[in-house]
């Protein structure tokens, strides 16, 4: 081809304009022309305000600096998920899957050496807040920016207004020569042989190369016009609904999300710099709608306000092929995993960083689809899998939602076989290892997970005295004195604010 390639992307949620930056950045505009429609009457799903830290390396690699989006987008730091209420049954109130940074390489091994000491029914201190230095953080509500003396990189996330931070690379994208419509997509034109040929809108065809579904749950491309199937994750996850209401701003912002079970699902506590967005992820086969925001009203203390809250759906699953003739999907028209973990924009990106490195190595044709598209089923099998581990170990028993959670027995084989390699005492990171999933939840994740529920084979009867050798010895000291170069959360967003 000697003119560029024309990439037209159809839907500018966060999936959307993510994948439009992403493709102006990576290609000069002689090789590849980027469209973006998409119609501000029908308007974007506006949750999904968490992240994982791999939207840190998006923006990295954008050179679109914290001090510029973060105050525009009411964005907030995330250094871990508190988990709150979901293995009572073990004794255990809370726990946090902090994420994970360099220094934790240092005590890392003794978290997973005092789990194993646990597992062989030897009492030993596994709090993974107390190993990974994060953890320590969250405990504090410190920011994760690092002072230039210290040696060691931090990962980490945000929280952000998902309206907000759409415009802002909205404006970005335009700015950097995306071509922006706004038009109503009425129909989609195919050649002959199955190629999308072009969009049909009201305000005219839109013709294209490539094009790249963002049109949220309606998959109106590779869905609705290819006819794509979506496989449904219903039978291990069950929450097909949420209920969102938005609360006050936190005086101590917090650094880290809260997810809060209830009675039949999971509340969410998002800190924005301006309101606290939460959400109850519920299933509506164990719940119906309105008890389920009576719940969350009681949960958040606003049985009398009139705040209204927002009903919606969830279609959780994949697509069968996430790239099929000349489409790609991306963000929710390629499947959703429900919002455990905050995963799907971090899905969304690794997505389009794979899809745009196969793209240029097939010269812009598609003879890397097959691989593309088993690497995506994959990331979404095994993300899936983490998710599932979480119901999967609750010990409530206050309804029938968390115990037929507790007794489904649809896993797939790989969990299956990472929950026996736990509970049999065999070596978890080797399974992990084995099975090659460590670039989806690594052995300390894991780790994590089985601890902060306290999910264990049973003690043994004879104790030989305390086991928590590892946190008495140096890594308390460690983790406190690093801790100790780092600012106050609050103060941090304050100096961002006034562009420091
Ligand atoms: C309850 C819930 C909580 C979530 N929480 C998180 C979280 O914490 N972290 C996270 O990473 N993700 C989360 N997500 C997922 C996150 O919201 C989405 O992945 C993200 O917002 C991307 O959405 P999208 O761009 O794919 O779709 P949307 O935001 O729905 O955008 C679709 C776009 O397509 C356009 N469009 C659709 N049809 C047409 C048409 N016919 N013509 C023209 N334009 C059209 C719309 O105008 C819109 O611009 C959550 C999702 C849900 C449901």
Same mark, same amino acid.
Not at 351 to 376: L, P, Q, T, W
């Given at each position: 081809?000697?003119?560029?390639?024309?990439?037209?992307?159809?839907?500018?949620?966060?999936?959307?304009?993510?994948?439009?930056?992403?493709?102006?950045?990576?290609?000069?505009?002689?090789?590849?022309?980027?469209?973006?429609?998409?119609?501000?009457?029908?308007?974007?799903?506006?949750?999904?305000?968490?992240?994982?830290?791999?939207?840190?390396?998006?923006?990295?690699?954008?050179?679109?600096?914290?001090?510029?989006?973060?105050?525009?987008?009411?964005?907030?730091?995330?250094?871990?998920?508190?988990?709150?209420?979901?293995?009572?049954?073990?004794?255990?109130?809370?726990?946090?899957?902090?994420?994970?940074?360099?220094?934790?390489?240092?005590?890392?091994?003794?978290?997973?050496?005092?789990?194993?000491?646990?597992?062989?029914?030897?009492?030993?201190?596994?709090?993974?807040?107390?190993?990974?230095?994060?953890?320590?953080?969250?405990?504090?509500?410190?920011?994760?920016?690092?002072?230039?003396?210290?040696?060691?990189?931090?990962?980490?996330?945000?929280?952000?207004?998902?309206?907000? %931070? =759409?415009?802002?690379?909205? !404006? #970005?994208?335009?700015?950097?020569?995306?071509?922006? $419509?706004?038009? *109503?997509?009425?129909?989609?034109?195919?050649?002959?042989?199955?190629?999308?040929?072009?969009?049909?809108?009201?305000?005219?065809?839109?013709?294209?190369?490539?094009?790249?579904?963002?049109?949220?749950?309606?998959?109106?491309?590779?869905?609705?016009?290819?006819?794509?199937?979506?496989?449904?994750?219903?039978?291990?996850?069950?929450?097909?609904?949420?209920?969102?209401?938005?609360?006050?701003?936190?005086?101590?912002?917090?650094?880290?999300?809260?997810?809060?079970?209830?009675?039949?699902?999971?509340?969410?506590?998002?800190?924005?710099?301006?309101?606290?967005?939460?959400?109850?992820?519920?299933?509506?086969?164990?719940?119906?709608?309105?008890?389920?925001?009576?719940?969350?009203?009681?949960? %958040? =203390?606003?049985?009398?306000? !009139? #705040?209204?809250?927002?009903?919606?759906?969830?279609? $959780?699953?994949? *697509?069968?092929?996430?790239?099929?003739?000349?489409?790609?999907?991306?963000?929710?028209?390629?499947?959703?995993?429900?919002?455990?973990?905050?995963?799907?924009?971090?899905?969304?990106?690794?997505?389009?960083?794979?899809?745009?490195?196969?793209?240029?190595?097939?010269?812009?044709?598609?003879?890397?689809?097959?691989?593309?598209?088993?690497?995506?089923?994959?990331?979404?099998?095994?993300?899936?899998?983490?998710?599932?581990?979480?119901?999967?170990?609750?010990?409530?028993?206050?309804?029938?939602?968390?115990?037929?959670?507790?007794?489904?027995?649809?896993?797939?084989?790989?969990?299956?076989?990472?929950?026996?390699?736990?509970?049999?005492?065999?070596?978890?990171?080797?399974?992990?290892?084995?099975?090659?999933?460590?670039?989806?939840?690594?052995?300390?994740?894991?780790?994590?997970?089985?601890?902060?529920?306290?999910?264990?084979?049973?003690?043994?009867?004879?104790?030989?005295?305390?086991?928590?050798?590892?946190?008495?010895?140096?890594?308390?000291?460690?983790?406190?004195?690093?801790?100790?170069?780092?600012?106050?959360?609050?103060?941090?967003?304050?100096?961002?604010?006034?562009?420091?």
């Amino acid at each position: 081809m000697n003119r560029p390639m024309n990439i037209v992307i159809a839907g500018g949620g966060t999936a959307g304009w993510m994948a439009a930056n992403y493709f102006v950045n990576k290609w000069p505009s002689d090789k590849v022309n980027v469209t973006l429609v998409e119609s501000p009457d029908i308007g974007i799903i506006g949750v999904g305000e968490g992240s994982t830290p791999t939207l840190k390396r998006f923006f990295e690699e954008l050179k679109i600096k914290e001090r510029d989006w973060m105050p525009k987008c009411n964005a907030t730091y995330k250094v871990s998920i508190r988990f709150n209420d979901w293995s009572p049954g073990s004794g255990v109130k809370q726990y946090r899957h902090p994420f994970i940074s360099q220094t934790d390489t240092f005590t890392q091994r003794a978290f997973e050496v005092n789990c194993r000491t646990r597992r062989l029914g030897l009492d030993s201190h596994v709090n993974p807040e107390d190993f990974l230095l994060n953890g320590v953080l969250a405990k504090q509500n410190k920011a994760p920016l690092t002072p230039e003396n210290f040696p060691f990189r931090m990962e980490y996330g945000y929280h952000f207004d998902s309206a907000l %931070l =759409g415009n802002y690379l909205r !404006d #970005v994208a335009v700015e950097r020569s995306v071509t922006h $419509v706004s038009a *109503v997509i009425s129909d989609v034109a195919l050649h002959a042989s199955g190629d999308i040929s072009h969009l049909v809108t009201d305000r005219g065809n839109i013709e294209g190369d490539f094009f790249v579904d963002c049109t949220g749950f309606s998959s109106t491309l590779l869905q609705q016009a290819l006819g794509v199937k979506f496989n449904s994750y219903s039978d291990n996850l069950f929450n097909d609904s949420a209920v969102v209401l938005p609360t006050h701003a936190q005086e101590n912002i917090q650094v880290e999300t809260q997810s809060t079970a209830l009675s039949n699902g999971w509340c969410w506590s998002i800190p924005l710099q301006n309101r606290t967005g939460n959400g109850y992820v519920y299933s509506a086969s164990h719940l119906a709608k309105d008890k389920a925001e009576e719940e969350l009203r009681r949960h %958040l =203390g606003l049985e009398n306000s !009139d #705040v209204e809250a927002r009903h919606l759906k969830m279609k $959780v699953g994949q *697509v069968e092929q996430h790239w099929h003739k000349n489409c790609l999907a991306l963000g929710l028209s390629q499947g959703f995993i429900e919002p455990l973990e905050a995963t799907a924009l971090h899905l969304v990106q690794i997505c389009i960083e794979y899809f745009s490195d196969m793209f240029e190595k097939g010269a812009f044709s598609s003879v890397e689809r097959v691989s593309y598209n088993a690497f995506a089923k994959a990331r979404f099998d095994r993300v899936r899998d983490y998710i599932v581990a979480h119901y999967k170990l609750n010990t409530r028993n206050d309804s029938d939602y968390w115990r037929d959670n507790r007794n489904n027995l649809v896993l797939s084989d790989s969990l299956k076989s990472i929950i026996s390699t736990w509970f049999n005492r065999e070596d978890l990171g080797n399974e992990i290892k084995r099975q090659n999933i460590g670039m989806h939840w690594d052995s300390v994740s894991w780790h994590c997970l089985f601890a902060g529920y306290g999910a264990f084979p049973a003690l043994a009867q004879n104790q030989p005295g305390r086991g928590d050798l590892y946190i008495e010895q140096n890594i308390e000291r460690f983790n406190q004195g690093c801790a100790l170069n780092f600012e106050h959360h609050n103060a941090v967003l304050l100096a961002q604010q006034h562009g420091e």
